[in-house]
């Protein structure tokens, strides 16, 4: 087991930045796929973007390429999600999760989660 605790969030007008940060503990972080999921009220879990083990792979949901990046650093047992050129409907509980498994867009792949932070977007 991983424990996974996210910070950063908060409000931010359209067109401003955040990141995000998801800090692990417990077994050896290297051997997880990491992923950033979010949900808005009312809406389905939806994937946000992932990254591999070592961090050589990474992977966005159309929604956010060209203004999200995710990036890992083993030595600090990290995950980061930077956010820019933000919108609206960015707006979310974002969430951290990590797997054993491949990199995956799938919520039900991940079976470590973290508490959730809240992203809100002004317009």
């Known amino acids: 087991q991983v424990h996974l605790v996210e910070s950063g969030g908060g409000l931010v007008q359209a067109g401003g930045s955040l990141r995000l940060s998801c800090a692990a503990s417990g077994r050896t972080f290297s051997s997880y796929a990491m992923a950033w999921f979010r949900q808005a009220p009312g809406e389905e879990r939806e994937f946000v973007a992932g990254?591999?083990?070592?961090?050589?792979?990474?992977s966005l949901a159309n929604s956010v390429k060209g203004r999200f990046t995710i990036a890992r650093d083993n030595a600090k047992n990290t995950v980061y999600l930077q956010m820019n050129s933000m919108k609206p409907e960015d707006t979310a509980v974002y969430y951290c999760?990590?797997?054993?498994?491949?990199?995956?867009?799938?919520?039900?792949?991940?079976?470590?989660w973290g508490q959730g932070t809240q992203v809100t977007v002004s317009s």
């Open positions: 990254i591999s083990q070592s961090g050589s792979t990474t």
């Open positions: 999760a990590a797997t054993t498994l491949h990199l995956s867009a799938l919520h039900y792949e991940y079976r470590n």
